[in-house]
Structure formats: structure tokens, C-alpha cells
């Protein structure tokens, strides 16, 4: 022990020499106080006073909602959701509550783990030995097999000033060519799509558009469980909305909605064709805004004149009737507003699905006005944070790698040396896995995400997991699926235990705060990639990097003349008066506390000519359907909203836990269940041509006969899914694959 606290102290003296740290002085308790407490209380302009209450944006999903924390000695020992913020209202879910509990879990990673041959256990060491470790085991393998040998996958759970640390030391420092983030699996699909019709990876909506709406329409989405604060909107629109819900499953919001759509898996590109087609057929499109904003009509409806009812209803099973009568409501509507989530983006023709969402919003001039717009939930916290500044496929600020210019204005901005600029993108997430089995991918360093349990075919990622030359696992627990496989574990502080920003769903720049001091070692991110920074030898690019703020003012600069242009913002305080920005928020310019803002009410898109683009494509079959051998559809999805995607943190909470079945169970309908011989709760062996698991058959009407449904939470799920993946967006196709069920002996 003394020699792991002197070790660490000569370190740390190093560093803070070496790296322009401030505040560090006294005994090595005090630094490393400090060093976990450097980017929170008491060092930033908002210091808190030990008993305060102050807000910070949750740490779970998308929405952002506003938490008000209650601070004793410095220490949060309490929370509740905030009532003055236009997100939530007073409002949290189960897992908002549960923020803080599950910072206390005895399973926090407390100190770095390092496995110094495989097949030896992972063992504790000093920060020392694992920067050295991490730099000296990359090094290497770069320089074996090559700079692009190395990649990482990053995440949308941490703070974007931490996300663009980590692209910018990996790409810029390290000369790692190839790093994507889990937002792959989660919102490729809607960035692909905003990018191709309307310029720029632009979300338009505002949440104030759910209570202002007349139609609501919902593609592939459970807002109840996956976002029930948004659904909380819903519920406040004065309007007696039609609520249309396209969702092969009955789902919570499905039984909430005026109309259910439980149209066939994977027939939902066709049947918002018929839609679209039908529309013109009617003539409910609106002709100026098609003349004056878009380009591409022409096209279109050529495109959709074989979409007939008909078609329609041989495809989804919607009758040509009802299909009609949905398409009426929407053309007819005055202000209709189309919702998307996973349904939609995790496909095998993914992007096209949003898009002819979006054609819909634009034949029918339901776009930057209030109440309407074809509008992406997104799925993690800071997942908007990491579409402009995670460095991975776009290049910070939501600019092009391949772009010279573009390269040139963030070297200059940055000081980074513009050859340190890689010219082309990164590969996608599968590539970068499908390298591991090529040779190309030798090394991996895996930050807050957990991929043998949540990729796609998990069989398939463990077998190459194990062929890695290293594998670096940093994340604030350290008996995820993945960090038991790994060389080196990074203990990394929490949401709570640090400070920096996320931007929310409806583009809401919000703050997280440091209201925790973080378990033994751990380490904010930001201070993770500091250090590995500093011991890699290129520390001197990111001298100015010293907080998350000063980060944030580096980036906002990186913003200026972009569509997402926040240098309008002046500081964090700022963005916390304020109850959080919405970009874009130019110089000179400023907002009212709580507003809501929308964008294209102009009727501007970000294509050059400023018209959006109509896109359309022919509707495949999936990949894998159901046939004699394996008769069911599998679909995934959330199972309660106290689960959070592989419940690292949910499962911590005794109170999360309480809300919902510990062991996976399938939903099967009770024909089919009946056919099968199978009994509620019966264990049932569900075969993929991937796998075989085994799940509790919970008997409910929400699927339909010849479906099941797993719920993601569970490590079984991705043992039978499908790998492939949309060609535009490269999104793994989660939601259709083909089992059987077997049942097996009953209890
Ligand atoms: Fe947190 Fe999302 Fe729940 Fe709001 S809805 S409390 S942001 S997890």
C-alpha cells in the first residue's frame, strides 16, 4: 500500500508539473481529492455551498430532464426532479429517482485493473502502471500492424467536452484512424437521414411541439416506457389529439393511442409509401411548400405510384380502409407531428424508413411550425453530444473530415498540426468488429458501453474479443460482460461525481455537476484522457484542454458559421440560467429562460440550394424471415422504463430492481403459446440460427400470433439477433430475426 501511494504521489507530481494542472498542492489524500473533484464543486463559477441545492441534467436517457440536488457537506444525499424546467415539470421516472443510489454500488471499478498475460487474473495497479500500460501495449500494436490497427468505441453516456477529448487525443494523438461510438446502434439511422434531406444532422422539434400537435404519429416507438416524460407532454396537449401508434406490438403507447397500427414486422417502409401515395392521390399535399422548400417531388411520385392500398395491405396487413383512413387523418390535419425511435433506426432499411417519415412531413408542409415536424427521439443522455462532437464520423463541431477546409479551421482553432487531421471518416462500429476477424482491428478501448452484452449476435463479438492483441475496457463498473475480458480497466468517476454537458433530444445544451466525490481512484473521464495524453507524449496539443468548460468554450468557437452554431452561448452559467439552450444559438443572440425553439420555421433547410431533399428507395425483405424451421418473428425492444439498456447501473437499485422480472421472459401470444403447449412462466428454449436461450413465457396480447418479443435489458436477447445491418447508416437491424420455441419441462 505505501508503495502504491508513493508511486502514485511521484505521478501525480509529474503530471501536474507537465500538464499546467492547477490546484494541486498539499498531502496526496488532498490531490487525489482534488484530481477526482478537479472539473466540480468548488473549483468552477458556479461553487456550491456545502448544504445547497443545486439542478443537473440525469444521467440516463435523452430527455434531459432537470434533477434538483440536495447537498450535505458537499455530498448529494438526496434529489428530486426540478419543477421549474421546461423538460420535466417536477417530473422523473423511476430510474431519474434512483440517479444517485446507483452510484453506490459496491461494484464500482475503484482502482485501474491490469491482466499482464492472458489467462492471468486482472489485477489492481497504480494509475502510473496502467497509463503506461495503455500507451506502451498501443504503441506496440501500432507499430506491428499499422496506426489503423488501434480503434475505439465511444459512447453517449458521458459529458460532450469528455467525448471530444477522447476523439480528439485518439485521432489527433494517438493517429487512430478508426473510433465509433454505441450511438451506432442507437441513432446512425436518424443522423444519416437528417443529413441526406435536410443538410445537417438537424433534429427540428421542440418538446412544446408534443402538447401543440393535432396528430401525433409514432413509428416504432414506446414513448410510455422508453421516454415516459416525453409521453407526460402528450398527455398536457389541450387538443384531444389523434394519437396514431405504427408498432407491431400493442405496446403501453399503443393501448394509450386513438389509432394502433399493429402492421407486420418490417412492412413499415412499405406502408408509409401507400401513405404518401395516398396523400397525392387525395390531393391533401401542400403544393407551395412542396414548390418553395423541396426538391425531388417529381421523383417521389413516380416512386410511389405501385404503393397502392392494396399493396399496401397484402404487405402490413393494414386493411386498404384503414390505411386510407389514416392517410386522411394526416392530410387533413393541421398540425401533425411524426415521432420516431428504434423501430425505425435498428432495420435493415433503416434510413429510408425516416426518410419517407420525413416525405411526409415535407408533402404535407408539416415541418418548423408549431406542433408538426419529422422528429428522431434519441435514445442516451449525451447522444446529441456525440453526433457534433465525439469526433468519430463527423469531425468536431459537426464538420467533414474530407473537407479541407473544414480540417483547416479546426486545426487553427484547436492548434492541432493539420497532417494530425485525418482526411477520411472512420469505419462503422461493425467494421471496426469485422476487423478483429480480419487482422485490422488488433487493438480495442471500449469507454462507457458494454458490447458483449449489447452488440449485435454477442456469440459472434466474445469469440473476437478474444482474439484482440488488448483490449481496454474504461467504465465505472468493472463486472460488465465486457470488462471481464479485459486487458486493462479504467475506473472512470460518474454521472454526478463530475462536470461537463449534454445536449438532450430536442438539442437542449444542458449541465451535469459534480455533487459526489467518486470511489476510491476513479477518475473523471475527462481526467482519464488527460492522462493518457500526458504519458502518450502529447499533452502539448491539449494544453488548453484543463476543464471541461474551457473545452466547451473551444468547442462552442468550433460551432461558429455551422448549422449548430452556439457561440451565442457565453458560459456554463449561462446555459444554467437559462434552463438550458437549444441550438443553434448564434453570437449576438440570446434566450428567454425555458424557451422552446424549432427549427425550419423559415423554411430554410442546410442543403446548399436550402430546399430538403425528398429520398426514396425500393422496400427489401429482411435478411432473416420466418420459415417452417424457425416459424417466429424475434422482436427486441425496452422492457420498463426502470431498465436502462444492459442494466449496469438499473441493476443496482434495489427500488429499480423491484420494478421489474430479474430473469429474461418472452412475450408470446396465447394461440401460439396454446399450439405449443406452453403455460404462463413455463421456461421456454427460444433457437436462433445463432444461439439457443432459455426465458420465462410470459402469455400477452401485445404480440401477435407468429411474434415474440425479448426485452433488450436481458444478456440472452443478443445471443439470437441477426447481424446485419443498413447499408446508409450502418445500424445493426435489432428488431427482426427468426426463432423457435421450444418448451421445456415445466417446474
Ligand atoms: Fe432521466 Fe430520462 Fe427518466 Fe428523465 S425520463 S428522469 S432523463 S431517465
Aim: charged share 20%; proline share 5%; aromatic share 8%.
Amino acid at each position: 500500500m505505501i508503495r502504491f501511494k508513493f508511486a502514485q504521489t511521484k505521478f501525480r507530481d509529474k503530471l501536474l508539473r507537465a500538464t499546467k494542472f492547477r490546484n494541486f498542492d498539499g498531502s496526496l489524500t488532498q490531490q487525489l481529492r482534488k484530481t477526482q473533484g478537479a472539473f466540480g464543486t468548488g473549483l468552477q463559477p458556479h461553487a456550491l455551498a456545502p448544504d445547497a441545492t443545486t439542478n443537473a441534467i440525469c444521467g440516463f436517457c435523452a430527455t434531459g430532464c432537470s434533477l434538483s440536488l440536495h447537498l450535505r457537506e458537499g455530498q448529494a444525499v438526496n434529489l428530486t426532479p426540478d419543477p421549474d424546467h421546461p423538460v420535466n415539470y417536477g417530473m422523473a421516472c423511476p430510474k431519474g429517482w434512483e440517479a444517485l443510489t446507483v452510484l453506490d454500488a459496491p461494484n464500482r471499478a475503484t482502482t485501474p485493473l491490469m491482466r499482464r498475460d492472458r489467462g492471468q487474473a486482472l489485477e489492481p495497479c497504480t494509475w502510473e502502471e496502467a497509463a503506461h500500460f495503455f500507451c506502451e501495449r498501443m504503441k506496440l500494436t501500432q507499430a506491428r500492424f499499422g496506426k489503423e490497427s488501434a480503434a475505439f468505441i465511444s459512447t453517449g453516456q458521458i459529458c460532450l467536452e469528455e467525448m471530444a477529448f477522447l476523439g480528439a487525443f485518439a485521432k489527433f494523438g494517438m493517429g487512430i484512424l478508426h473510433g465509433d461510438g454505441n450511438t451506432r446502434q442507437c441513432m446512425a439511422t436518424a443522423v444519416m437521414a437528417y443529413k441526406e434531406s435536410f443538410g445537417f444532422d438537424s433534429p427540428p422539434y421542440t418538446y412544446g411541439d408534443f402538447q401543440e400537435s393535432d396528430v401525433l404519429v409514432f413509428v416504432g416507438s414506446n414513448l410510455c416506457i422508453s421516454h415516459p416524460i416525453m409521453w407526460e407532454h402528450v398527455e398536457k396537449n389541450p387538443h384531444q389529439p389523434k394519437i396514431i401508434v405504427l408498432d407491431p406490438r400493442r405496446t403501453e403507447t399503443a393501448m394509450a393511442a386513438t389509432h394502433h397500427v399493429p402492421l407486420r414486422p418490417k412492412s413499415d417502409l412499405t406502408l408509409l409509401y401507400c401513405l404518401a401515395r395516398e396523400i397525392l392521390q387525395q390531393g391533401w399535399q401542400d403544393k407551395d411548400f412542396i414548390q418553395a422548400h423541396t426538391e425531388g417531388f417529381a421523383g417521389l411520385a413516380t416512386h410511389l405510384e405501385e404503393f397502392t392500398l392494396e399493396h399496401g395491405e397484402e404487405a402490413s396487413g393494414i386493411p386498404a380502409a384503414e390505411i386510407q383512413e389514416l392517410a386522411r387523418l394526416i392530410g387533413q390535419g393541421k398540425r401533425v407531428s411524426f415521432w420516431w425511435t428504434m423501430g425505425v433506426n435498428q432495420s435493415h432499411q433503416a434510413t429510408r424508413t425516416a426518410q419517407a417519415i420525413i416525405n411526409l412531413a415535407l408533402l404535407t408542409g408539416n415541418i418548423g411550425r408549431p406542433g408538426t415536424g419529422a422528429n428522431s427521439i434519441t435514445g442516451q443522455c449525451n447522444a446529441m453530444g456525440s453526433r457534433l462532437f465525439s469526433n468519430t464520423t463527423n469531425l468536431l463541431g459537426g464538420h467533414r473530415f474530407e473537407e479541407p477546409a473544414h480540417r483547416e479551421k479546426v486545426a487553427s482553432l484547436l492548434g492541432i498540426p493539420i497532417e494530425r487531421i485525418p482526411t477520411q471518416v472512420s469505419l462503422p462500429y461493425h467494421k471496426i468488429m469485422e476487423g478483429i476477424d480480419t487482422g485490422d482491428t488488433k487493438a480495442l478501448w471500449v469507454i462507457a458501453t458494454n458490447p458483449a452484452h449489447s452488440w449485435i449476435n454477442q456469440n459472434e463479438i466474445r469469440e473476437r474479443f478474444d482474439k484482440l492483441e488488448f483490449l481496454v475496457v474504461q467504465d465505472m463498473y468493472a463486472d460488465t460482460e465486457t470488462a471481464e475480458l479485459a486487458d486493462l480497466v479504467l475506473p472512470a468517476a460518474s454521472w454526478g461525481e463530475k462536470e461537463g454537458s449534454f445536449i438532450n433530444s430536442e438539442r437542449r445544451i444542458g449541465l451535469v455537476k459534480q455533487v459526489r466525490t467518486a470511489p476510491g481512484q476513479a477518475l473523471s473521464d475527462f481526467r482519464i484522457f488527460q492522462l493518457l495524453a500526458h504519458e502518450w507524449g502529447c499533452g502539448e496539443f491539449f494544453a488548453e484542454w484543463d476543464s471541461p468548460e474551457s473545452v466547451f468554450q473551444l468547442l462552442k468557437e468550433l460551432t461558429r458559421g455551422q448549422p449548430c452554431d452556439i457561440t451565442g452561448i457565453r458560459d456554463y452559467h449561462h446555459v444554467d440560467t437559462k434552463s438550458g439552450i437549444q441550438w443553434p444559438l448564434p453570437e449576438g443572440s440570446d434566450v428567454e429562460e425555458g424557451s422552446q425553439r424549432r427549427l425550419f420555421a423559415d423554411g430554410k433547410f442546410f442543403r446548399p440550394n436550402g430546399k430538403a431533399q425528398f429520398v426514396f428507395d425500393r422496400s427489401r425483405p429482411g435478411p432473416e424471415t420466418p420459415d417452417p424451421e424457425y416459424p417466429f418473428y424475434l422482436l427486441t425492444g425496452r422492457g420498463t422504463s426502470a431498465q436502462w439498456h444492459t442494466q449496469t447501473r438499473t441493476r443496482n437499485s434495489r427500488i429499480l430492481r423491484s420494478l421489474y422480472p430479474q430473469d429474461a421472459y418472452i412475450e408470446i401470444n396465447a394461440a401460439d403459446a396454446e399450439a405449443l403447449d406452453i403455460e404462463e412462466g413455463q421456461a421456454v428454449r427460444v433457437d436462433s440460427r445463432r444461439g439457443s436461450v432459455t426465458a420465462a413465457a410470459l402469455l400477452s396480447p401485445a404480440v401477435t400470433e407468429g411474434s415474440v418479443f425479448l426485452p433488450m435489458h436481458y444478456v440472452e436477447t443478443n445471443q439470437l439477433t441477426h447481424s446485419s445491418f443498413d447499408p446508409h447508416s450502418h445500424q445493426p437491424n435489432y428488431k427482426a430475426g427468426a426463432v423457435r420455441l421450444t418448451a421445456l419441462a415445466r417446474a
